[in-house]
């Protein structure tokens, strides 16, 4: 259950879920300034056109936690660059920032135990939101979103126990790829994109091993 906590680095008080033994706390805003930073410069500058290719290069940055928001921020950042750097559909920098801003808005630390849905969920279903141009008042662009969301939260609970956020990403670019095929005719170029999962040992809760399908050891 959630307390009142003061951040450790900026003293904001606040409602917290997540602290460490000694009751430490660091808020939102604190815990991933700088990365925020770092994920969105690169993503508007890379030439890549790959989005695994991107996420894996994005994940391997020290600064990027194992688990964390940081993550849903990765792949909603490496879809969108990958998008972008393909040409059919044109994807600006203010594109990028809104949707960073939406996932920002969900995508918060322990998301996934706190409400049951994993923040990257949220962040691609930002990005087909305004690639379709859903929006309340809006039939099929909402409903076909809301698709894309339903398939990775379904596909992603089969993923938990402990959950990972590496695989997360990586599951969630599968099916955003799929859909980009389906609903703009849009392939990309993903050949030789699997690379041996580095991240077993850095699991906190322990990895899932042979159940992952990205456990390529």
């Keep these: 259950m959630g307390k009142a906590m003061t951040c450790y680095k900026c003293g904001k008080k606040e409602i917290g879920n997540i602290y460490?033994?000694?009751?430490?706390?660091?808020c939102d805003s604190c815990h991933s300034?700088?990365?925020?930073?770092?994920?969105t410069e690169y993503v508007k500058t890379t030439q890549e056109g790959?989005?695994?290719?991107?996420?894996?290069?994005?994940m391997e940055n020290e600064l990027v936690p194992m688990l964390g928001c940081e993550n849903a921020w990765i792949a909603a950042g490496a879809f969108l660059a990958a998008l972008r750097n393909e040409g059919t559909i044109k994807v600006s920098d203010d594109?990028?920032?809104?949707?960073f801003?939406?996932?920002?808005?969900?995508?918060?630390?322990?998301?996934?135990?706190?409400?049951?849905?994993?923040?990257?969920?949220?962040?691609?279903?930002?990005?087909?939101?305004?690639?379709?141009?859903?929006?309340?008042?809006?039939?099929?662009?909402?409903?076909?979103?809301?698709?894309?969301?339903?398939?990775?939260?379904?596909?992603?609970?089969?993923?938990s126990g402990p959950c990972c956020c590496k695989a997360f990403v990586r599951n969630?670019?599968?099916i955003a790829v799929e859909y980009a095929r389906v609903l703009f005719d849009i392939e990309f170029y993903t050949a030789d994109s699997s690379k041996k999962c580095t991240y077993v040992e850095r699991h906190p809760h322990g990895c899932r091993r042979d159940q992952c399908p990205f456990n390529n050891h």
């Design 20 to 26: 460490c033994s000694n009751e430490h706390y660091i």
């Design 33 to 39: 300034n700088d990365i925020f930073d770092l994920i």
């Design 50 to 58: 790959n989005p695994f290719v991107i996420a894996e290069q994005l």
């Design 95 to 99: 594109h990028i920032d809104e949707v």
């Design 101 to 159: 801003q939406r996932t920002r808005k969900q995508a918060v630390g322990g998301y996934c135990g706190l409400t049951g849905v994993c923040g990257v969920a949220p962040a691609i279903g930002a990005c087909f939101s305004i690639l379709l141009g859903a929006a309340c008042p809006k039939d099929e662009e909402t409903s076909k979103t809301m698709y894309v969301v339903r398939d990775i939260i379904n596909s992603t609970a089969s993923l």
């Design 172 to 174: 969630s670019l599968n």
